[in-house]
């Protein structure tokens, strides 16, 4: 790929997408995007890709592409620590079937080279039942290796997450959720990060069916990790909220069911964190706009509320 050729497929990127990194990581995002397309050729050229395709998250853009006819994926963020916090935390489980295979990385900027997972639909767009879902929180949940970098504790991340909610809520006068219901649920979270019971280990972070993938065979695997270190029950809390309207006693009962299936999993203690999530879950559900999240962010309160108020 020439210069010409890299800097049209980086500029493949909805404004939307530009706006939304520059609300994440600031205006330096965009000299970031100016340099991306130089990036490109320089990575296409020592790992031996043929770019195509472009597409972005909220912290990252991402490029498909093959090497040597095998699809991979070329991830890059405008916050290298992050990079090499999901390098660090792919290494920890190279081998494991259900998390996506890391084929190299650079230490300097963060950037990722992924395998490319066929036929990759996300769970979030598919059927799936917790039966599935269960051997990949088993992997997760096996895993003892730690990081070789610092990667942030569970505590941080839980902090990280509420500071964020406070943002969306000031951007837009947002008020399904009140202050005093966020410290609330803050401090209770806090304190199920904090609590030393639950073996310390690494955590997806950010594992919801929008970052499972389905591999071959219908197998699934997961993606796009943001790397923590604690209780492992945190990864459980998108798996038993499932559906446009989830209540507590279908909760309680997926609570159950996935704590048979993961040997280490306890269901009151997953309960626990889907109640001291569902504030934060609800905000973000709220800013997706559509009625069916509407619905979701009203019945995550609900969830709140009968458990905190009696």
């Known amino acids: 790929m020439d210069e010409q050729a890299a800097r049209a497929l980086s500029l493949r990127l909805d404004p939307a997408v530009k706006l939304r990194l520059a609300a994440r990581f600031g205006e330096s995002v965009g000299s970031w995007l100016d340099d991306l397309p130089g990036r490109l050729q320089e990575l296409e050229e020592a790992w031996g890709l043929d770019l195509e395709e472009v597409s972005a998250g909220g912290t990252s853009v991402v490029f498909r592409g093959s090497r040597a006819g095998a699809p991979v994926v070329v991830k ?65 949940t096996s895993s003892v290796k730690v990081p070789s970098v610092h990667v942030p504790s569970l505590v941080e991340r839980v902090e990280f997450l509420f500071g964020l909610t406070r943002r969306r809520i000031e951007a837009g006068g947002d008020q399904l959720v009140g202050p005093q219901t966020l410290d609330e649920a803050e401090r209770l979270a806090v304190a199920l990060a904090s609590d030393p019971e639950p073996p310390a280990r690494l955590v997806h972070g950010d594992l919801h069916p929008g970052n499972v993938l389905r591999g071959r065979g219908g197998s699934v695997v997961a993606i796009d990790p943001r790397a923590c270190l604690g ?51 609800a905000i973000s559900q709220a800013g997706a706009g559509s009625d069916a999240a509407q619905r979701r962010a009203r019945c995550l309160i609900s969830l709140w509320d009968e458990a905190t108020l009696g």
Do not use: K, N
């Open 76 to 140: 890059l963020c405008p916050d290298a620590e992050i990079g090499r916090w999901e390098a660090d935390a792919l290494r920890c489980w190279a081998g494991l079937p259900h998390v996506v295979e890391l084929l190299a990385a650079d230490e300097a900027d963060g950037a990722l080279l992924l395998a490319g997972v066929s036929p990759g639909t996300p769970l979030v767009e598919d059927d799936w039942q917790l039966v599935e879902v269960a051997p990949l929180l088993s992997d997760l």
């Open 231 to 281: 209780d492992s029950h945190f990864d459980a809390i998108d798996w038993v909220l499932r559906g446009e309207a989830p209540t507590r006693a279908g909760v309680l009962r997926a609570a159950e069911e996935l704590a048979q299936l993961v040997p280490c999993f306890d269901a009151e203690r997953i309960t626990a964190w889907v109640v001291a999530l569902a504030p934060v879950l």
